[in-house]
T-cell receptor, first 119, second 114 residues
């Protein structure tokens, strides 16, 4: 069964450094997402991406964050200058498009996450 | 904005007993509701969803959930819990229009005691 994959599984970085989190969505999916979960807190939506552009972003997704789909398979989240409070588990997700409508009914498929630790 | 509440931090149940994980939601309009499960070092795995139709939906691994519009609830149930059901369970909601972000609850740790 196809899965969403994410690399690395754990990233440790110094405050102020740039990090890139990588995701490979399921191959025929067209909608892509990033979520994060700070330890002990809820899973929070960051951004959604469709047709090579951001379709929605949350208030968390400020100018320090960016997303990119550099080729046909990868979907990346970049944090330009990491802060201590960026430490969290980051989940990538993808969702298929259903021909003939009804895409919005489809569930999102999640990757295993990247644990980001900012020191 | 949509939101989900999962009132219990941990649910303990003996193997073979019924399992219930509670979820209430808040959203404008008819909700799309989802349950996901997370095992250690794994991603969130989809269990089941309610979009429309029958209030009782059946999903993977013998789980089911009942949508109750008047109580704005979507409790997850399993008639007979297994030790392998021990995991973290997340309820999520999204609005049927506009954005397609999921709003998650904080998750419930389920511990099935042999």
């Amino acid at each position: 069964e196809p899965e969403v994959t994410q690399t690395p599984s754990h990233q440790v970085t110094q405050m102020g450094q740039e990090v890139i989190l990588r995701c490979v969505p399921i191959s025929n999916h067209l909608y892509f997402y990033w979520y994060r979960q700070i330890l002990g807190q809820k899973v929070e939506f960051l951004v959604s991406f469709y047709n090579n552009e951001i379709s929605e972003k949350s208030e968390i997704f400020d100018d320090q964050f960016s997303v990119e789909r550099p080729d046909g398979s990868n979907f990346t989240l970049k944090i330009r200058s990491t802060k201590l409070e960026d430490s969290a588990m980051y989940f990538c997700a993808s969702r298929p498009r259903t021909s003939g409508g009804g895409s919005s009914y489809n569930e999102q498929f999640f990757g295993p996450g990247t644990r980001l630790t900012v020191l | 904005a949509q939101s989900v509440a999962q009132p219990e931090d941990q649910v303990n149940v003996a193997e073979g007993n019924p399992l219930t994980v509670k979820c209430t939601y808040s959203v404008s309009g008819n909700p799309y509701l989802f349950w996901y499960v997370q095992y250690p070092n794994r991603g969130l795995q989809f269990l089941l969803k309610y979009i429309t139709g029958d209030n009782l939906v059946k999903g993977s691994y013998g789980f089911e959930a009942e949508f109750n519009k008047s109580q704005t609830s979507f409790h997850l149930k399993k008639p007979s819990a297994l030790v392998s059901d021990s995991a973290l369970y997340f309820c999520a909601v999204r609005a049927p229009y506009g954005n397609n972000r999921l709003a998650f609850g904080k998750g419930n740790q389920v511990v099935v005691i042999p």
